[in-house]
């Protein structure tokens, strides 16, 4: 019996997937509470509207742009110690956010928990490879990861609305303290340590990855508040591009790059980080600008508008555990087809939704939808975004899934500030020309899981049909 179908039969089997799942929670949690505190946040520290935008950015750059290299890390010096150093570093930035006095310190501080959570985040999920074998334990375990990206984003909002309204947005990184410490202790006990491969640290790689990242979501942002036609916004895309080819040509020579290149020969596995890119960057158009929906058009509190979202946070996590039974019943990748459907049906109807809307017609019905066509498609999703792949790559490749997760929101929400700042034509603030504004960003957004849902048939379901004919015939 192998090492990972020994783990995954163990009786502490559970204790480790929930450290691995309460560990990535977290993570997935403060990209998205900030958000219903964005306004205590300006109020408390005095942030410009542009400022602003950078509570949100400087985490998701820093998260997205090192994870390729926080992957080659856990390769290299284990697993475990890079979930433990990852975990510690975020939970200290957590409080360094809850104890900042200045724009500066809480930008600087939150740009480190980005930085924490690149070296948790693909240890998280290479551990769960590596702790649990392919077959029904992974699958039961990639259900429970699965809830844990979908209810995560949703259930921040909530903690950031209730936090903000009853005590104050500083409470919602305090509470990373006792949790993280926590986790610290168990993983230090319960997870075993995976081999470590000798090798060296492909710093060039990381670098040029991170700088064209943030080089394309700042040129976007840039664009969306002063147009094409600024230099600066232009040069940063174009800075974004140069380091993106510069990025591949590094990877090319390199002994031991930071992004194997073998990752990206297998058509499944890239159709699912593609759809994977496009899914979140049509989600982050339903998490960030629902929120303003919800505060400014419809007026309610944050801790209202927290609560707002238990339409879509809990059909999304009974949906999410019911996976395992789903995938034997229908096959995974009719749970991701028709998980996309649902979302993008949800999202047309959010589209529909004006300045006269029904809370409860309106927004709650289609938050259903969505939450349920999430919690189904997240699990088959990360699964083929790490099928197959050797056990010395399987950091590089989890460490890819959460690329495509972060890079896909930044980019998306880029795109989609410029869809709502081009969408009417009257000031944003007019509350009938906002309704119109987030309207179209929805539209947007379920054109994006359409196109998800494209690249998933093309790439992941046709070829794989195609496999399973060709057995049949061989056998005949």
């Not at 990852?86 to 928990?113: D, E």
């Not at 999304?316 to 990748?333: E, I, K, Q």
Request: charged share 10%.
């Amino acid at each position: 019996m192998n090492a990972s179908a020994s783990v995954a039969t163990s009786p502490r089997a559970g204790i480790v997937l929930a450290i691995i799942v309460a560990s990535y929670l977290m993570i997935v949690v403060d990209i998205s509470i900030v958000i219903t505190g964005l306004p205590k946040i300006q109020a408390s520290l005095g942030f410009s509207a542009a400022q602003l935008s950078w509570v949100q950015n400087a985490y998701t750059l820093a998260f997205g742009g090192l994870l390729l290299l926080g992957a080659r890390a856990g390769d290299i010096l284990g697993r475990r110690r890079m979930f433990i150093a990852g975990l510690s570093l975020f939970t200290l930035a957590s409080v360094a956010i809850g104890v900042a006095q200045s724009v500066t310190w809480l930008l600087v501080a939150r740009a480190i928990q980005g930085v924490g959570a690149a070296v948790l985040a693909p240890s998280t999920l290479a551990l769960l490879s590596t702790h649990f074998a392919e077959g029904p334990a992974r699958t039961r375990a990639l259900s429970f990861y699965a809830a844990a990206a979908g209810v995560g984003a949703t259930l921040g909002l909530v903690l950031g609305g209730l936090f903000a309204d009853l005590l104050s947005w500083r409470a919602g990184f305090f509470i990373n303290l006792p949790i993280g410490l926590l986790l610290i202790v168990a993983a230090s006990r319960y997870i075993e340590e995976t081999p470590r491969h000798t090798g060296r640290f492909d710093l060039g790689g990381a670098a040029t990855s991170t700088l064209g990242m943030a080089a394309w979501v700042y040129g976007l942002v840039r664009a969306s508040e002063v147009g094409w036609h600024d230099a600066q916004a232009l040069l940063a895309l174009g800075l974004g591009l140069a380091m993106t080819l510069v990025f591949v040509l590094i990877e090319q020579r390199v002994a031991q790059p930071v992004l194997p290149l073998r990752l990206l020969t297998n058509r499944q596995r890239n159709g699912a980080y593609l759809a994977r890119m496009l899914f979140l960057a049509g989600m982050v158009g339903f998490w960030f600008f629902s929120t303003q929906f919800l505060q400014s058009v419809l007026h309610l509190r944050p801790f209202q508008a927290g609560l707002a979202f238990l339409p879509v946070t809990l059909p999304n996590f009974a949906s999410a555990m019911a996976v395992p039974y789903l995938t034997r019943r229908f096959g995974s990748h009719a749970l991701l087809m028709a998980g996309l459907l649902l979302c993008i049906v949800g999202l047309v109807w959010l589209g529909q939704a004006n300045s006269h809307a029904s809370y409860w017609l309106h927004v709650a019905l289609p938050m259903l939808l969505i939450g349920l066509g999430q919690g189904v498609l997240m699990a088959p999703l990360t699964a083929a975004g790490v099928a197959g792949v050797a056990h010395k790559d399987t950091g590089a490749a989890s460490g890819l899934v959460n690329v495509a997760h972060q890079f896909g929101g930044s980019l998306g929400l880029g795109v989609l500030v410029l869809v709502f700042a081009s969408a009417a034509p009257a000031p944003a603030h007019d509350i009938a020309s906002l309704a119109q504004r987030i309207a179209t960003v929805m539209d947007a957004s379920a054109l994006m899981l359409a196109l998800a849902g494209l690249v998933a048939w093309i790439c992941i379901i046709n070829p794989h049909r195609r496999g399973i004919l060709r057995q049949k015939e061989s056998l005949a």
